[in-house]
């Protein structure tokens, strides 16, 4: 519901009220119901079709909008119907006069920066450089890619154009509340065939390129990898200087929802092509690993694994490194009990398939390793742990975590562990109506401690029961509260550790 004005609220307020109560009291609620409404934010600028913000005639494409925070205070003023929806709901208005006729997309998804849910979106023709002429609708469109929209229609020089944009059905909520629209030209790529290969600079990144225009002619048959249909395929070429593992990876500003890597040598420039590796990661962006010889020329080929074109989705950048080293972090050890416990670690593979372990023992030159845990080839950072048995009591033993990968070895800092048979020191116990138990002491870090309690304190230490575990707080700090409740009347308590 939008608030038309305070006054038509109070009215609605009013006669509810009326309704609703004995009579006598209806003064009172109409005094209530006068009060000054709580002020509501003000909607951004382009609101209306009179603020509409103007996209610059000569601006460098693509073009991003002014980001709009929170859209949610936008209203339907001024907005024509459209016919590509039912459910459109807030709007924000852009007016565009192009000084080049081409073919432009509009994009409010997720290459804009907008995090809203839903978004529809339409472009409309006018008649005169101002809001008072009939507009004729260009394009119309919603769920685009998922439930956000983009349009691309042909824009001719001169001529002025509106592009309103609406949230759809879902109602943003925050932080998914942003909206900004992404306006570009579609251009041909020229790495669109062999001979136009785009070469892999030093750097090892390539620019983005759009593949709205990019076409199959000239395109290899589909690679051993592929399970889809495959369409607009984007040329490559690399020569490296040294032989080794590279990782070739469309994982960085792609915006192609999923993408199949082949790569080729050849014999001579765009002459016979050997397989050389094919990567199709099912449903996301593709990455592959594969050795490569120095002085040798390959070919790297990048499809969009979807048939129809999402305007959205439709930009690919390309990475080309020698296969990095993974990174690997020490962490700590915990669940120490007198038989068990765990090592942790953080890992990233950095984008080749990785093992990690951890060797441990009671000197600094471990003697002692845990199996090798497989965590794939991502490039996010992962938590990992690993069981261990057999160390003794009040022993320092030291562990490290090591990672490798097709990039090499990686060693994590040194830490140190010991289960301990010293007794823990309470510092802090309290007991009232609302927690029976509440104590805090001092322990060994990453020890276990469990918590038991018997009505009676001369019970063997095989009578008591469990009733739970001591919190580790940091520093060598654990805390327990035992819940007042009439299923553990205890009266006398002890911590142990298993």
């Given at each position: 519901?939008?608030?038309?004005?305070?006054?038509?609220?109070r009215?609605?307020?009013?006669?509810?009220?009326?309704?609703?109560v004995?009579?006598?009291?209806?003064?009172?609620?109409?005094?209530?119901?006068?009060?000054?409404?709580?002020?509501l934010?003000?909607p951004?600028?382009?609101?209306?079709?009179?603020?509409?913000?103007?996209?610059?005639?000569?601006?460098?494409?693509?073009?991003?909008?002014?980001?709009?925070?929170?859209?949610?205070?936008?209203t339907?003023?001024?907005?024509?119907?459209?016919i590509?929806?039912?459910?459109?709901?807030?709007?924000?208005?852009?007016?565009?006069?192009?000084?080049?006729?081409?073919?432009?997309?509009?994009?409010?998804?997720?290459?804009?920066g907008?995090?809203?849910?839903?978004t529809?979106?339409?472009?409309?023709?006018?008649?005169?450089?101002?809001?008072?002429?009939?507009?004729?609708?260009?394009?119309?469109?919603?769920?685009?890619?998922?439930?956000l929209a983009?349009?691309?229609?042909?824009?001719?020089?001169g001529?002025?154009y509106?592009?309103?944009v609406?949230?759809?059905?879902?109602?943003p909520?925050?932080?998914n509340?942003?909206?900004?629209?992404?306006?570009?030209?579609?251009v041909?790529?020229?790495?669109?065939?062999?001979?136009g290969?785009?070469e892999?600079?030093?750097s090892?990144?390539?620019?983005?390129?759009?593949?709205?225009?990019?076409?199959?002619?000239?395109?290899?048959?589909?690679?051993?990898?592929a399970?889809?249909?495959?369409a607009?395929?984007?040329?490559?070429?690399?020569?490296?200087?040294?032989?080794?593992?590279?990782?070739?990876?469309?994982?960085?500003g792609?915006?192609?929802?999923?993408?199949?890597?082949?790569?080729?040598?050849?014999?001579?420039?765009?002459?016979?092509?050997?397989?050389?590796?094919?990567e199709?990661?099912?449903?996301?962006?593709?990455?592959?690993?594969?050795?490569?010889?120095?002085?040798?020329?390959?070919?790297?080929?990048?499809?969009?694994v979807?048939?129809?074109?999402?305007l959205?989705?439709?930009?690919?950048?390309?990475?080309?490194?020698?296969?990095?080293?993974?990174?690997?972090?020490?962490?700590?050890?915990?669940?120490?009990?007198?038989?068990?416990?765990?090592?942790?670690?953080?890992?990233?593979?950095?984008?080749?398939?990785?093992?990690?372990?951890?060797?441990w023992?009671e000197?600094?030159?471990?003697?002692?390793?845990?199996?090798?845990?497989?965590?794939?080839?991502?490039?996010?950072?992962?938590?990992?742990?690993?069981?261990?048995?057999?160390?003794?009591?009040?022993?320092?033993?030291?562990?490290?975590?090591?990672a490798?990968?097709?990039?090499?070895?990686?060693?994590?800092?040194?830490?140190?562990?010991?289960?301990?048979?010293v007794?823990?020191?309470?510092?802090?116990?309290?007991?009232?109506?609302?927690?029976?138990?509440?104590?805090?002491?001092?322990?060994?870090?990453?020890?276990?401690?469990?918590?038991?309690?018997?009505?009676?304190?001369?019970?063997?230490?095989?009578a008591?029961?469990?009733?739970?575990?001591?919190?580790?707080l940091?520093?060598?700090?654990?805390?327990?509260?035992?819940?007042?409740?009439?299923?553990?009347?205890?009266?006398?308590?002890?911590?142990?550790?298993p």
């Open positions: 519901m939008k608030y038309q004005s305070r006054s038509w609220a009215r609605v307020i009013t006669q509810i009220w009326r309704r609703s004995p009579l006598n009291l209806t003064h009172w609620l109409l005094r209530l119901a006068l009060l000054p409404m709580a002020s934010a003000a951004p600028p382009n609101d209306g079709c009179n603020g509409a913000e103007v996209i610059p005639a000569d601006a460098s494409f693509p073009y991003f909008t002014t980001l709009i925070p929170d859209v949610r205070e936008a339907g003023r001024d907005d024509p119907s459209p590509c929806t039912s459910n459109a709901n807030h709007s924000v208005w852009y007016r565009f006069s192009p000084t080049n006729s081409a073919h432009y997309t509009c994009s409010v998804g997720t290459d804009s907008t995090t809203l849910p839903d529809d979106i339409a472009v409309y023709e006018s008649p005169t450089a101002n809001c008072g002429g009939d507009l004729t609708l260009l394009a119309c469109k919603e769920d685009e890619a998922g439930l983009a349009a691309r229609t042909n824009l001719v020089e001529k002025t509106f592009i309103v609406w949230t759809g059905l879902i109602e909520m925050p932080p509340t942003a909206l900004r629209m992404k306006v570009s030209i579609a041909a790529p020229t790495n669109d065939v062999c001979a290969a785009y892999i600079p030093s090892g990144l390539t620019d983005p390129i759009d593949t709205t225009l990019a076409g199959d002619v000239g395109d290899p048959p589909p690679p051993p990898c399970t889809n249909g495959l607009r395929g984007l040329w490559y070429r690399f020569t490296p200087t040294n032989n080794g593992p590279y990782v070739i990876s469309t994982r960085d792609t915006t192609v929802a999923d993408t199949l890597i082949a790569v080729y040598s050849v014999n001579v420039a765009c002459g016979t092509r050997t397989d050389v590796a094919c199709d990661s099912g449903d996301g962006k593709a990455s592959v690993l594969t050795q490569l010889v120095a002085g040798r020329t390959y070919y790297i080929v990048v499809w969009d979807s048939e129809e074109l999402i959205s989705e439709t930009t690919v950048q390309l990475r080309v490194q020698p296969a990095p080293q993974p990174m690997v972090t020490t962490l700590s050890a915990t669940n120490l009990t007198t038989s068990s416990g765990q090592l942790t670690a953080l890992v990233n593979p950095n984008g080749s398939p990785t093992g990690i372990w951890f060797e023992g000197t600094p030159q471990y003697g002692m390793r845990t199996a090798v845990a497989r965590v794939g080839g991502g490039a996010t950072t992962l938590f990992t742990n690993r069981f261990i048995a057999g160390y003794g009591p009040d022993l320092v033993y030291y562990f490290r975590a090591v490798t990968n097709a990039g090499g070895r990686v060693e994590g800092t040194d830490n140190t562990f010991m289960y301990s048979t007794p823990p020191t309470i510092s802090a116990s309290s007991a009232g109506s609302n927690v029976i138990f509440s104590a805090q002491f001092e322990g060994n870090p990453g020890q276990v401690y469990q918590v038991f309690s018997s009505t009676n304190v001369t019970n063997p230490r095989g008591w029961e469990v009733i739970g575990r001591a919190t580790y940091g520093g060598g700090q654990f805390r327990f509260n035992d819940p007042n409740t009439a299923a553990h009347p205890h009266r006398f308590y002890y911590i142990g550790s």
